[in-house]
């Protein structure tokens, strides 16, 4: 038993990005970032594009492969999901060229070779307090990333800085487990997160 807290440190450590997939992941937004803000085809959208997923709620884990970046839209004018991934393929891939672009459901994932990463690029529209995203079937899907980075960081402090290295592991263990099926590392995060609050 007194060996735990030991074992505990050692895990922890064990499934840290690497410094250089932090530091890359960095670099990778900030280029997805200003190519999106920059276009004159978004500029009156008022678009601000923020790091949102595994990565911004510091639970990413040894090997990060891919980086999520939502693009708020709180001036969007038009309600179709569809034309505005189709609005946000055009402006990436004159940026970073077709070859490196691939729609997704939701997203416009842009690869980053050098930095063996991709980006996720997910657009925004305003709905109240939250945010609609596309569902992949032509409607949009109310989340809120951004609250839930916010709640991770108060169930960490609430547990005395051990809920994010705890979800870091539970990951760890999904990823080991069960590779790319599902369910998925947000889903075993979401119930980690209700265990937490239940005590």
């Not at 008022?46 to 884990?61: E, Q, W």
């Not at 969007?76 to 990436?92: I, K, Q, R, W, Y």
């Not at 063996?116 to 079937?137: F, K, N, Q, T, Y």
Request: with cysteine; hydrophobic share 35%.
């Amino acid at each position: 038993m007194p060996r735990l807290p030991d074992q505990f440190a050692d895990a922890r450590q064990n499934v840290e990005p690497r410094p250089e997939d932090v530091d890359n992941a960095s670099k990778a937004h900030e280029e997805v970032r200003k190519a999106l803000e920059a276009s004159d085809d978004l500029k009156d959208t008022g678009i601000d594009t923020v790091l949102i997923g595994s990565y911004a709620r510091h639970v990413s884990i040894h090997r990060m492969r891919d980086v999520d970046v939502l693009s708020k839209l709180p001036d969007l004018d038009g309600d179709d999901p569809d034309a505005l991934l189709h609005t946000f393929e055009e402006v990436l891939v004159d940026e970073f060229g077709k070859q490196r672009i691939e729609r997704q459901d939701r997203s416009i994932q842009i690869d980053f070779p050098d930095y063996d990463l991709a980006v996720d690029a997910v657009p925004a529209r305003s709905c109240g307090d939250h945010w609609e995203i596309p569902d992949g079937s032509g409607r949009w899907q109310e989340t809120n990333p951004l609250k839930l980075a916010s709640l991770t960081s108060d169930m960490n402090a609430d547990h005395d800085e051990h809920y994010v290295p705890s979800v870091k592991l539970i990951r760890q263990v999904r990823r080991a487990q069960l590779g790319h099926t599902q369910p998925g590392g947000l889903y075993l995060e979401v119930a980690a997160y209700h265990a937490g609050l239940s005590g």
